[in-house]
């Protein structure tokens, strides 16, 4: 990959205004027609849980049942999904174990959230490749501190940020599901990585492609 090009990356993971309007023009994924179906929340239920578990999305959910915030969710609560008999299926891996507090395209800090922040839930910091690729870029980052990036086939590129000095360098060949580094401490105290996967620049729906 050229040096314009990783320099064009760099500078759309910046670009606030620029990555909002990739999001609201990037074309959808084609998926089965769906249909509604009924479904009761249960203990331990969330938005993201049940997303996942039937191929949508927490923001399409919180539409259709014009729910106003994700931790709005009450046992017994019954809610319409919208489920296709295809699930859409990704080729990248889960990068950290834990709990993801900001979904794609939410307000996070009066910015549009162009990935997801992923807070661990265990003792383990460790953050994974999320596929084979090579490491494009392995260094500090204004704002977003210890960031590395990885370049995959087709053209897709995975971001992760606020880590500790990563274990790989520029140049190398990450494995899938290789360690990486691990999520560094926040203002907070919390351990909350930043990930992304982009088309190119454009950013997409990270839920649209982990398995």
Known sequence: MGKLF???IIIFVFISC?????FHRQPQPEVAPLKKI????KSGDSLWKISK????????LMKINKI???????????????????KVKGDFSWPLKGNVVNFFGENVDNSVNRGLNIQTNSISKEVKSAAKGKVVFANQLKGWGHTVILQHLGDFYTIYANLE??????????KSNQIIG???SGKSGNHILHFEIRKRYIPQDPLQYLN
Do not use: C, D, M, W
């Not at 620029?18 to 990739?22: G, K, R, V």
């Not at 009924?38 to 929340?41: A, D, E, L, P, T």
């Open 165 to 174: 000095p990563s274990l790989i360098k520029e140049g190398s060949i990450a």
């Open 38 to 41: 009924n479904y009761i929340i």
């Open 53 to 60: 578990r039937y191929g949508t999305t927490p923001e399409e």
């Open 182 to 184: 691990n999520v560094a």
């Open 68 to 86: 106003p915030s994700p931790n709005n969710l009450q046992i017994g609560q019954k809610i319409l999904i919208p489920h296709s008999e295809k």
């Open 18 to 22: 620029t990555a909002t309007e990739s």
């Open 6 to 8: 990783l320099f064009l």
